[in-house]
């Protein structure tokens, strides 16, 4: 019987599912197609509980609240608009998108305007606690099943790999770089930078890595992504 450590253990490697895409990135099956939009979706949903918990949001969700403060935009409409930033970005990189590169820029962002004011708000720091954590946790969740569709990076994750192969520095630390400049810009604009902001530092790489290992498990699969 698998007990509960195993089912929640890490995976080392992000797993093939059976939902995973082929060498194209713009061709895809209807499953794919639909664990793609729901991971997505989840992830959005993720990002708009830790905005609702109002205790501090993920770096690039500061990013885009600093942003929708000065600009006198929606959240979500500046998250769509920081991807798109980004993804110029990739130009003097030289990395191409995928199918899974625009549905990340489109889906996010109507799914983080479309949840907020459907999320409970709540004031008291024990229950605003809780709400970010799931929220952390569904980003995890979300993550996992968006990116083992192998359809493309997102607008942020390629920048990190592009830099990471253009520079040679080490993908973490350019993560981390690319991070905190985020998270410097929109705090300087006015975005929220609290509590829930170190939570999201700290826990969201442990909760990605569970649920790839969840998604492992559960998945019929045939090995691992490059």
Known sequence: MTSIGQWLRPALTVPKTSWSAGESNWKVTPKTFFVLVLGLW???TGEALLIDASIGQSPWTVLADGLAKTLNMTIGETTFLTSI????????LKR??????????????????VMIPLLPTPTNVVAQTVEALIGILLVGVASALYITCNVGAGPRDGLMTGLNERTGVRVGRVR????VIAVTIGWSLGGLVDVGTLLFALLIGQSVAISFGLVERLSPHTGHQG
């Open 42 to 44: 989840l992830f959005g």
């Open 85 to 92: 930033v980004v993804l110029l970005l990739w130009i003097p």
């Open 96 to 113: 191409k998108p995928g199918l899974g590169t625009v549905m990340n820029i489109l889906v996010i962002a109507v799914a983080i305007d």
């Open 176 to 179: 981390t770089g690319i991070e």
